[in-house]
T-cell receptor
Framework: DTGVSQDPRHKITKRGQNVTFRCDPI?????LYWYRQTLGQGPEFLTY????????KSRLLSDRFSAERPKGSFSTLEIQRTEQGDSAMYLC?????????????FGSGTQLSVL | GQQLNQSPQSMFIQEGEDVSMNCTSS?????WLWYKQDPGEGPVLLIA?????ELTSNGRLTAQFGITRKDSFLNISASIPSDVGIYFC??????????????FGKGTKLTVNP
């Protein structure tokens, strides 16, 4: 257990529905990332928060995706009007340490299946 | 999105054998990391490398940061059944937005036969 908590672990939804995932980071980590991982691939960067500020978004993050991190604590990732291509593992990661002590810790992920 | 070239894609070995896998990139990274992922779980950090030429060990695992900063390798000695899983390399660089996002390889799936 890395201390990064994600909920739910699994989500099955019908195409066109909206879904929301939550990530609770390690408490002292102010930097938070969302990644997406499809079968047979490595994780791909979606977006990055430093405290409550969303500082970077990938081109993978279409306008149906929105992420928030109110108060710089937990974060949510919402997908509107889901499509079958959204089926993937959504991973949250937080960063501890600085410089040569910097390490990225992942949660267990939310596995999304869009039917 | 951009991904690193990781090889081999899969390995089938006997318990006790040594394993080697590597990652290459066309661009330079400031940090190389190696992760292991079990089915249905997130990646778990194994080794982090911060300087070109650095050689770091973690138990039976040894990893090196290539001197060109464009490659890294991971060795596992005397493999055991619990080494089974998918191993990912990841390169890290600082972007304009200030994030230190990781770029991952496609993974090496390791199977260890007892």
């Amino acid at each position: 257990d890395t201390g990064v908590s994600q909920d739910p672990r699994h989500k099955i939804t019908k195409r066109g529905q909206n879904v929301t995932f939550r990530c609770d980071p390690i408490s002292e980590h102010n930097r938070l990332y969302w990644y997406r991982q499809t079968l047979g691939q490595g994780p791909e960067f979606l977006t990055y928060f430093q405290n409550e500020a969303q500082l970077e978004k990938s081109r993978l993050l279409s306008d149906r995706f929105s992420a928030e991190r109110p108060k710089g604590s937990f974060s949510t990732l919402e997908i509107q009007r889901t499509e079958q291509g959204d089926s993937a593992m959504y991973l949250c990661a937080t960063v501890g340490g600085w410089g040569t002590n910097e390490k990225l810790f992942f949660g267990s992920g939310t596995q999304l299946s869009v039917l | 999105g951009q991904q690193l070239n990781q090889s081999p894609q899969s390995m089938f070995i006997q318990e006790g054998e040594d394993v080697s896998m590597n990652c290459t990139s066309s661009s330079i990274f400031n940090t190389w990391l190696w992760y292991k992922q079990d089915p249905g779980e997130g990646p778990v950090l194994l080794i982090a490398l911060y300087k070109a030429g650095e050689l770091t060990s973690n138990g039976r695992l040894t990893a090196q940061f290539g001197i060109t900063r464009k490659d890294s390798f991971l060795n596992i000695s005397a493999s055991i059944p619990s080494d089974v899983g998918i191993y990912f390399c990841a390169g890290q660089r600082r972007s304009q937005g200030g994030s230190e996002k990781l770029v991952f390889g496609k993974g090496t799936k390791l199977t260890v036969n007892p």
